[in-house]
């Protein structure tokens, strides 16, 4: 099946500073991304959707100036997490897809802000 | 709006035993419906799809779901269960307006004892 890479699995990082999480579709062309955050023992809350050359759609509530995604290619998307915070601490996961219409997703990134 | 609602947050069954896991729907368009699996510190797996073709939908790893319009409902079933099917499992809606973006339910965690 098609193979979504996200990196990276985990990242520790200082309050207030910044972290890029990537995700690339490594053998189909992800013409829309997704990217989701998972609490522990929740279910997956979406985000935003991102169009390739476009600005992403982002959920009510979702903060687009802290959450900022680039979709800058048909196999890349990204998302920083702007000035974070211990409350940003959470499982990121995105999804790819492609023109087959499944989404398939990325291994997750487990940030933990400290 | 589209929404899914899993009536089990646990199920425990024996190894052997029939699995069911209930999932119902909100959808103000005909849904396209999903379950995925996510196995402890591993990424989502698509297990199934209905795209409005025949009914029962079979699945990887002798899952199946039946779409009833009737009852708005899209249960899994397995006839016997595997230790290895023990994961969280994910009753999922696409969402039309945002590129078929997935809507997730808060998962149903399925225990198998031997």
């Known amino acids: 099946g098609a193979v979504v890479s996200q990196h990276p699995s985990w990242v520790i990082c200082k309050s207030g500073t910044s972290v890029k999480i990537e995700c690339r579709s490594l053998?189909?062309?992800?013409?829309?991304m997704f990217w989701y955050r998972q609490f522990p023992k929740q279910s997956l809350m979406l985000m935003a959707t991102?169009?390739?050359?476009?600005?992403?759609?982002?959920e009510q509530g979702v903060e687009k100036d802290k959450f900022l995604i680039n979709h800058a290619s048909l196999t890349l998307s990204t998302l920083t997490v702007t000035s974070a915070h211990p409350e940003d601490s959470s499982f990121y996961i995105c999804?790819?897809?492609?023109?087959?219409?499944?989404?398939?997703f990325g291994q997750g990134t487990r940030l933990t802000v400290v | 709006a589209q929404s899914v609602t899993q009536l089990d947050s646990h199920v425990s069954v024996s190894e052997g035993t029939p699995v069911l896991l209930r999932c119902n729907y909100s959808?103000?368009?005909?849904?396209?419906l999903f379950w995925y699996v996510q196995h402890p510190n591993k990424g989502l797996q698509l297990l199934l799809k209905?795209?409005?073709?025949?009914?029962l939908v079979k699945g990887i790893n002798g899952f199946e779901a039946e779409f009833k319009k009737s009852e708005t409902s899209f249960h899994l079933t397995k006839p016997s269960a595997h230790m290895s099917d023990a994961a969280e499992y994910f009753c999922?809606?696409?969402?039309?307006?945002?590129?078929?973006?997935?809507?997730f339910g808060k998962g149903t965690t399925l225990s198998v004892s031997s």
């Open positions: 209905y795209t409005s073709a025949a009914t």
């Open positions: 959808s103000s368009y005909s849904p396209s």
């Open positions: 991102s169009n390739e050359g476009s600005k992403a759609t982002y």
């Open positions: 053998d189909f062309q992800a013409t829309t």
């Open positions: 999804s790819a897809k492609g023109a087959q219409g499944i989404a398939f």
């Open positions: 999922v809606v696409s969402k039309p307006q945002a590129g078929t973006a997935l809507i």
